[in-house]
């Protein structure tokens, strides 16, 4: 890696950026100096850098302790983390389109509400080397203690514990994390929150609310059990102008399980409910099995042709226990209507 020039900050948000993004792109290129956290939270007081803008990283090198701040900004703005390297002008030269993040930069980007992880060449990783003894080359600034890094690490909701035995014995000058590594592990999430499931117990109407967070907003499917039988229920809350015009250009709406389609209703079958695009079907208590124990259920509205399309999915690994919960107080509900 070449050396690295002190943080440089620059803000994509011309026309056509915020056409696709909608939020500006935020490059931070270099080495993270003990200053740069102060010039990023300028650029946010400005206005230049909004809430929820995409935070592009590629440093392999800087002050802890100011990689540590730059992660509290991106968290406190709700922003979202990637590796990458700048446009370049067509008179600039060349150079690297590889990003690398290390150290100061790796504790920078888990910062990030969202963190996509990396892509192509890019690379991420930590040195094996104890949080308590600076690189040479780090600013004269107090080095964060080994308490001060994990009590930050709490704070984003990141666990190195699987990374450990590998950082405390590696002999290698950078220990460096893949994709699917961050992904099984939480450090990345590529745009969405865990997905929670909660269970609400009683003997004759037992209910489930599945429900995820991702940038673009937040998804719910509900299921609600009683001795009529079963109701299944999804909401995207997209804000009610949104909703208003999601469903009047929808012809249909629809379930999907394990990315088959089902219960497909023509035209009438998606609502606007307050803030959200509603989609609401009464559903076999006999089916209910193959439901709670898919890989994946989503819920769809389509319009005329197949470029229109727009719901959510989940995934459904991240909580079986509680599926299986449900699954067994709903069954114990009967008698349900033969169908």
Not at 184 to 195: K, R, V
């Amino acid at each position: 890696m070449p050396p690295a020039k002190p943080l440089a900050i620059q803000v994509n948000d011309d026309r056509m950026t915020l056409a696709i993004t909608q939020v500006p792109q935020v490059y931070l290129y270099g080495a993270i100096d003990a200053d740069a956290p102060e010039r990023f939270e300028a650029l946010v007081r400005s206005g230049k850098i909004p809430r929820g803008s995409d935070i592009y990283l590629n440093s392999p090198s800087g002050d802890l302790r100011a990689g540590l701040a730059l992660g509290r900004l991106f968290r406190a703005g709700s922003m979202v983390t990637h590796l990458g390297t700048p446009r370049r002008s067509l008179h600039a030269g060349y150079a690297s389109k590889t990003a690398f993040c290390v150290d100061a930069c790796t504790y920078a980007y888990f910062g990030g509400l969202y963190r996509w992880a990396p892509t192509g060449f890019d690379r991420i990783g930590l040195s094996p080397r104890s949080a308590m003894d600076p690189k040479p080359g780090d600013t004269g600034q107090a080095h964060p203690s080994s308490d001060d890094v994990a009590a930050y690490l709490k704070e984003m909701d990141i666990d190195l514990a699987e990374f450990t035995p590998t950082l405390t014995s590696s002999h290698d000058t950078v220990v460096w994390l893949t994709a699917d590594q961050m992904m099984s592990t939480g450090l990345a999430n590529n745009g969405s929150l865990p997905l929670t499931a909660t269970y609400t117990p009683s003997p004759t109407a037992p209910s489930l609310v599945i429900n995820q967070v991702d940038r673009h907003g937040e998804h719910r499917i509900t299921l609600q059990c009683n001795v009529a039988g079963v109701t299944l229920s999804a909401y995207d809350f997209v804000g009610a102008t949104r909703a208003r015009e999601i469903v009047s250009r929808g012809t249909r709406s629809y379930f999907e399980i394990n990315q088959q389609e089902t219960l497909t209703q023509q035209h009438d079958g998606a609502s606007v409910a307050d803030d959200s695009v509603m989609i609401s079907r009464p559903y076999q208590p006999t089916q209910l099995e193959r439901l709670l124990f898919a890989h994946s259920v989503g819920a769809w509205v389509g319009g005329r042709s197949n470029a229109f399309r727009y719901g959510f999915a989940f995934r459904l690994y991240p909580v079986r226990k509680t599926l299986e919960q449900y699954y067994q107080a709903c069954w114990r509900v009967k008698p349900w209507p033969v169908p």
